[in-house]
T-cell receptor
Framework: KQEVTQIPAALSVPEGENLVLNCSFT??????LQWFRQDPGKGLTSLLL?????REQTSGRLNASLDKSSGRSTLYIAASQPGDSATYLC????????????FGKGTTLSVSS | SQTIHQWPATLVQPVGSPLSLECTVE??????LYWYRQAAGRGLQLLFY??????ISSEVPQNLSASRPQDRQFILSSKKLLLSDSGFYLC??????????????FGPGTRLLVL
């Protein structure tokens, strides 16, 4: 059974710091991996999607990496801003039947000005 | 562009009462549709997904059911709510004629409190 774990559960940093969020999954047979952002009481916003054949994806100040063999992904946020404060969720899509996403519990990030 | 709507935004219901949550998608045809639940202290859990009208797959046994009466409409229902049904319910879509087969796009969610 695929399980997704995100560490740390919460993180507080001052504005301007670079930071790394971690995601690990137990079954390397994935189709892709997505990072989402969730603001309090809101739905999810897709940030980056990495296909199983890719090693990384970049969007602006965000960079996501994938090491499928070790079951790990990282989300790197450069020059953090208070507006980056949110919960970041990692999800893997199963390689087999169905298109279900398996989510981690998220990392709640707080960036202080 | 594609948009996804959910309503109501917030709902407070007594135990044993029925439930109907609605989700609609605009701007694409034949999307895959999903219902997720986010309970306090737990990650997002897939409840149902649908690849077409009348085609529903259930991921976990539970007190809830789903229906897809129209191509872009997905409904989550219950005949009798339990306290454990409380949570944040999110609808999502992927694929369809938008060509966006890989990414799932989420609605704003419905917060359900069962008392």
């Amino acid at each position: 059974k695929q399980e997704v774990t995100q560490i740390p559960a919460a993180l507080s940093v001052p504005e301007g710091e670079n930071l790394v969020l971690n995601c690990s999954f137990t079954d390397s047979a994935i189709y892709n991996l997505q990072w989402f952002r969730q603001d309090p009481g809101k739905g999810l916003t897709s940030l980056l999607l990495i296909q199983s054949s890719q090693r990384e994806q970049t969007s602006g100040r965000l960079n996501a990496s994938l090491d499928k063999s070790s079951g790990r992904s990282t989300l790197y946020i450069a020059a953090s801003q208070p507006g980056d404060s949110a919960t970041y969720l990692c999800a893997v899509r199963r390689a087999q039947a169905g298109t279900a996403l398996i989510f981690g519990k998220g990392t709640t990030l707080s960036v202080s000005s | 562009s594609q948009t996804i709507h959910q309503w109501p935004a917030t709902l407070v219901q007594p135990v044993g009462s029925p439930l109907s949550l609605e989700c609609t998608v605009e701007g694409t045809s034949n999307p895959n549709l999903y219902w997720y639940r986010q309970a306090a202290g737990r990650g997002l859990q897939l409840l149902f997904y649908s690849v077409g009208i009348g085609q529903i797959s259930s991921e976990v046994p539970q007190n809830l059911s789903a229906s897809r009466p129209q191509d872009r409409q997905f409904i989550l229902s219950s005949k009798k709510l339990l306290l454990s049904d409380s949570g944040f319910y999110l609808c999502a879509w992927s694929g369809g004629t938008s060509g966006r087969r890989e990414t799932q796009y989420f609605g704003p969610g419905t917060r359900l409190l069962v008392l």
